[in-house]
């Protein structure tokens, strides 16, 4: 059985203030204070292998909206970037007052030859400070080996008249 009453609270006044101008280009929509770690599937590569990266976002703030970290300066040409993929429970969501936790998974390619995988760099406005702030990661080193089947080809000689009039075939 129900019965429907009438209550009356305190009124409480919140005042919201829009996000200030000059945010960082790598700003993703997140308000609050965070952390990141950033760690690779591999560190020994080719061009063309995949590498999958792993993020780990830490903090207090709206990480249901947040977007994935991305590269601190465009890779044009040396890395190709896929689109993130992000992880968050419910039960590891922030509610403004606790910390939470957002995974997120991006897989980039090396395109060129190169000695590690840039920075990443997240922004988020952190509203105790009011300001924008920016977590970098470290440039992470990465060996890079020849492809099989990249090297000079192999040639296989043949007693005369083996291959019509040639005397080797290169592989």
């Not at 700003?27 to 760690?39: D, I, L, N, Q």
């Not at 296989?156 to 075939?169: L, M, T």
């Amino acid at each position: 059985r129900s019965i429907t009453k009438e209550m009356t609270t305190n009124t409480v006044n919140v005042t919201v203030k829009p996000l200030p101008n000059g945010e960082p280009i790598s700003f993703t929509g997140g308000v609050g204070s965070f952390e990141m770690a950033a760690s690779p599937s591999t560190r020994t590569v080719s061009i063309g292998d995949p590498i999958s990266m792993a993020f780990e976002i830490t903090g207090v703030g709206n990480l249901r909206t947040m977007s994935a970290p991305v590269f601190a300066v465009p890779p044009k040409g040396l890395w190709k970037p896929y689109e993130a993929n992000k992880t968050l429970e419910d039960e590891n969501d922030s509610d403004g007052f606790k910390e939470g936790r957002a995974r997120f998974s991006i897989v980039i390619i090396p395109e060129a030859k190169v000695n590690a995988i840039p920075p990443f760099e997240l922004s988020f406005f952190d509203p105790e400070q009011e300001k924008y702030i920016t977590r970098k990661s470290e440039p992470i080193p990465i060996s890079m080996i020849e492809r099989v089947g990249s090297a000079a080809p192999t040639v296989i000689q043949f007693p005369n008249g083996g291959n019509g009039g040639n005397d080797s075939i290169g592989y």
